[in-house]
């Protein structure tokens, strides 16, 4: 039990640190960054659009690498309520959308730690070990736990669609990593995502968004 509850701690931890911009100024720039990363990281050609605004929501159309050949269509009104549209480049019909509606009941995953008052955040800073980290990045973004994978027109069994994730900049980072081609760079980003996210828990202090986004060496 305590071991999960370590783990629950973290998982929080990750998301609060990494995938929570705070303002509309901040979430854009997030995302800009993001799309600027994805040249490099996936090796295309050009950089994706810039977001802008649709309606309330932030929007871009992602185009992947020609080995992946999947587009998606991301549009954000609030952290608790995005879709993102999938579609196949070469086909151009709708594979599908996930899609996240905040006004519909979620489980209160801070209450739920809040009534173990004998076990706390620095409880479970103090607990950490690396493969407790190693779990909760593979849980959120290299192997999601719930996830579909695409049978066509696209039949690549690495590629993990995560479902249940809830939070639109993680939903897009996974995504960073799941379409990627290269799949020594998957890995290194795992390793290097590790490293990171223990640095910045460590310290409660929110991840550089330069920082998360860069490719690794």
């Not at 019909?93 to 801070?110: A, N, S």
């Not at 994730?165 to 995504?175: E, Q, S």
């Not at 081609?181 to 828990?201: N, T, W």
């Amino acid at each position: 039990m305590e071991n999960k509850i370590v783990r629950a701690y973290l998982m929080q931890e990750v998301i609060r640190l990494g995938f929570l911009p705070v303002n509309p100024k901040e979430q854009k720039n997030w995302l800009l960054q993001y799309g600027r990363s994805l040249k490099d990281f996936w090796e295309i050609d050009d950089y994706p659009p810039a977001p802008g605004f649709r309606g309330k929501s932030l929007t871009a159309i992602i185009n992947s690498s020609e080995h992946v050949q999947v587009a998606y269509e991301y549009a954000i009104e609030r952290v608790d309520k995005f879709t993102v549209n999938f579609m196949h480049l070469l086909n151009d019909w709708l594979i599908w959308t996930h899609d996240m509606d905040g006004g519909y009941f979620c489980f209160p995953y801070q209450s739920f730690l809040s009534s173990h008052k004998e076990y706390d955040l620095n409880w479970a800073i103090q607990k950490m070990e690396r493969e407790d980290l190693e779990s909760i990045v593979d849980t959120l973004l290299v192997h999601p736990t719930p996830h579909q994978h695409i049978k066509s027109p696209i039949d690549n069994h690495e590629i993990r669609m995560g479902g249940g994730i809830t939070n639109p900049f993680l939903y897009l980072f996974h995504l960073r990593i799941q379409l990627c081609p290269i799949s020594d760079r998957r890995e290194a980003e795992k390793a290097r995502l590790i490293d990171l996210f223990e640095v910045a828990i460590k310290n409660s202090a929110a991840v550089n968004v330069f920082e998360l986004m860069k490719v690794p060496s």
